[in-house]
């Protein structure tokens, strides 16, 4: 008996993955159908085959009548992934952009790379380790000592599911300390550059979260280091906790502001993209194991069959980063955008919890005082 049930339970898994990656059920158009029913937000823009007509706001046709020249951008975690294409684009549209990276080496690679691939524009590449705030710190003290203005801020670096707990060099979990509270501090010491508005008058501040942010803990997001501590190594929701921490940030950070403020600050989910973080994750997940072999080999198609291009993937953060003219004539601040560039409403429970917001940012400046102090 129990034999027969898992051979039923094998054959509709195999049956599901199969279907999967056929494409059959994009080409019937099941995920499309799929929003349309559920009508999760999560599930918008997951990947192409869940478009609707409409969801499509915004093209590289779009971009590519921008004219960038004059602007400058800092794009950290820009040497590989969502982060190289955004400076790639940002770049090709005129602007100077400083590729933030925590490895010398790849980040001269990938301006060299970028340099190659552009007629128009400028790259230079600069250490940035978000997870350091005492690197956060030199590299925002080498930009005010030369920088009068910023027109683009794009927080993009970060890191996915840890199967290991691990620290930061300033003793905080590091997946927060990466993808939330580095970007954090960041934005608190650049905020003098670009506080002018830059050379169109609205700068414009990109946190890179994703929908993972919908999938967090009862609590939202840690607020205490006690309750930081608490989080046991290997859970999803770890990351998705990160990811909602930048949802709330970009709405507090707006909210701080003055209402006519020429600093513009917005969240985007970029999909579901076929970047390195799945290399990471799967070898998060130890790639020796068999079911771990298996995984990999669903990842592999889907990354070539059914998610986003990297290229495409990069297309929201591209319009919250590049077009200050849509940005400030339709007033976007601190509003949250799926594929491609599609205003969605944030996770209901907590993204909108106003004294969440207000609890993570009084944490969060806690924590870089206590760390620099140290
Ligand atoms: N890919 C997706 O499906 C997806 C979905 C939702 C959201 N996102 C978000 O998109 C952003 C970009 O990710 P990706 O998909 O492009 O992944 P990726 O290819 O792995 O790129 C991540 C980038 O972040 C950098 N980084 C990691 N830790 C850093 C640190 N401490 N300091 C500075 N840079 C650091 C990496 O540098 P190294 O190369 O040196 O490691 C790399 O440049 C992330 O915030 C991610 O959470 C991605």
Not at 9 to 14: D, E, F, K, N, P
Not at 188 to 196: C, D, G, I, N, R
Not at 210 to 221: E, K, N, Q, R
């Amino acid at each position: 008996m129990a034999w027969r049930v898992l051979t039923y339970v094998v054959l509709v898994i195999a049956v599901a993955v199969g279907l999967l990656v056929t494409g059959v059920p994009t080409q019937l158009g099941f995920w499309r159908w799929l929003v349309n029913c559920t009508g999760h937000p999560f599930l918008v823009g997951f990947a192409p085959g869940f478009m609707r007509p409409g969801d499509n706001q915004y093209s590289y046709e779009e971009l590519g009548k921008l004219d960038l020249s004059g602007q400058s951008a800092i794009v950290t975690g820009a040497n590989i992934g969502l982060g190289y294409e955004t400076a790639l684009h940002l770049t090709r549209q005129g602007a100077h952009v400083i590729l933030a990276c925590r490895n010398a080496g790849k980040c001269a690679d990938a301006a060299a790379r970028i340099a190659a691939n552009t007629t128009r524009g400028s790259v230079e590449a600069a250490t940035l380790d978000t997870s350091s705030l005492q690197s956060v710190r030199s590299f925002a003290e080498g930009m005010l000592a030369r920088q009068s203005t910023l027109d683009m801020l794009v927080l993009n670096a970060g890191i996915g599911f840890q199967q290991q707990k691990e620290l930061s060099a300033d003793g905080i979990d590091m997946t927060f300390a990466t993808n939330h509270l580095g970007h954090f501090h960041l934005f608190q010491l650049l905020l003098p550059l670009l506080e002018s508005g830059g050379k169109t008058g609205a700068a414009r501040v990109v946190l890179v979260s994703s929908a993972a942010h919908f999938d967090s803990f009862d609590y939202g997001v840690a607020t205490s280091v006690e309750q930081l501590t608490a989080i046991a190594p290997g859970q999803q929701m770890h990351y998705g906790m990160s990811k909602l921490a930048q949802v709330l940030f970009a709405q507090e950070a707006t909210s701080r502001l003055p209402a006519d403020s020429k600093v513009f600050i917005n969240a985007c989910h970029p999909g579901a993209v076929d970047t390195n973080l799945w290399e990471r994750v799967l070898d998060q997940f130890g790639r020796e194991k068999l079911l771990v072999r298996i995984f990999a080999l669903i990842v592999d198609r889907m990354r070539k069959d059914f998610i986003w291009r990297t290229e495409d993937g990069a297309l929201t953060q591209l319009f919250l980063a590049a077009d200050s003219a849509a940005i400030s004539t339709r007033n976007l601040r601190g509003r949250y955008f799926h594929p491609q560039a599609l205003e969605v409403a944030p996770c209901k429970k907590h993204a909108t919890n106003l004294t969440l917001q207000r609890e993570l940012w009084a944490f969060s400046e806690r924590l870089v005082a206590d760390a620099l102090a140290k």
